[in-house]
């Protein structure tokens, strides 16, 4: 059973610029969310998708936005990137939503932002 | 709101010792609770995790028992070897906020 992809796993970009990082889940599981990692912050929850519906935000600006797709693929996006972003941005699976299982995530590899 | 406290690492122990990592958590209701390892250059594992009070989580020679009256989760293993050197993640799950709440991280390296 595949695990969770993302890509791409690592990408430069340049201040003011925009990214999309996409992620696949594990075949059956509905349930996508974001973290962000850095030395400073640590992980830091960005959103959870459930059915293509957005069911909770971190405490992210609104240059932060993701979508869910019917085959329940996700992709987040970070507009006007500034050097803060910087980041490995994590990406974890689950079957569903808001049941005591629901914390046992997959996570996949990760896709290491840097912005200059 | 929810949190969860770590002890700060790093950790620097030799073979065969043992092993305790702290954990406290703040939290309303009744969260159910994880150890996530990273290995270098990967994403998140699960270790183990206990979902009720009095519940041990065991995984690949680690324990960590959920402790409500003192609201801990402390990780131990009573042998580490070399390839258990990595970064252990608390973390804390609540029906209630509908989201996985991490601690800090705690870096583990196992000196041969």
């Known amino acids: 059973k595949a695990g969770v992809t993302q890509t791409p796993r690592y990408l430069i970009k340049t201040r003011g610029q925009q990214v999309t990082l996409s992620c696949s889940p594990i075949?059956?599981?509905?349930?996508v969310s974001w973290y962000q990692q850095t030395p400073g912050q640590g992980l830091q929850f960005l959103f959870e998708?459930?059915?293509?519906?957005?069911?909770n935000k971190g405490n992210f600006p609104g240059r932060f936005s993701g979508r869910q797709f019917s085959n329940s693929r996700s992709e987040m996006n970070v507009s006007t990137l500034e050097l803060g972003d910087s980041a490995l941005y994590l990406c974890?699976?689950?079957?569903?939503?808001?049941?005591?299982?629901?914390?046992?995530?997959?996570f996949g590899e990760g896709s290491r932002l840097t912005v200059l | 709101g929810n949190s969860v406290t770590q002890m700060e690492g790093p950790v620097t122990l030799s073979e065969e010792a043992f092993l305790t990592i702290n954990c406290t958590y703040t939290?309303?209701?009744?969260?159910?609770l994880f150890w996530y390892v990273q290995y270098p250059g990967e994403g998140l594992q699960l270790l183990l995790k206990?979902?009720?009070?009095?519940d041990k989580g065991s995984n690949k020679g680690f324990e960590a028992t959920y402790r409500k009256e003192t609201t801990s989760f402390h990780l131990e293993k009573g042998s580490v070897q070399v390839s258990d050197s990595a970064v252990y993640f608390c973390?804390?799950?609540?029906?209630?906020?509908?989201?996985?709440?991490f601690g800090q991280g705690t870096t583990l390296q196992v000196k041969p």
């Open positions: 939290a309303t209701g009744y969260p159910s």
């Open positions: 206990a979902t009720k009070a009095d």
């Open positions: 973390a804390l799950y609540s029906g209630n906020t509908g989201k996985l709440i």
């Open positions: 974890a699976s689950s079957l569903g939503h808001r049941d005591p299982a629901t914390g046992e995530l997959f």
């Open positions: 998708y459930f059915s293509e519906t957005q069911r």
């Open positions: 075949s059956g599981h509905r349930s």
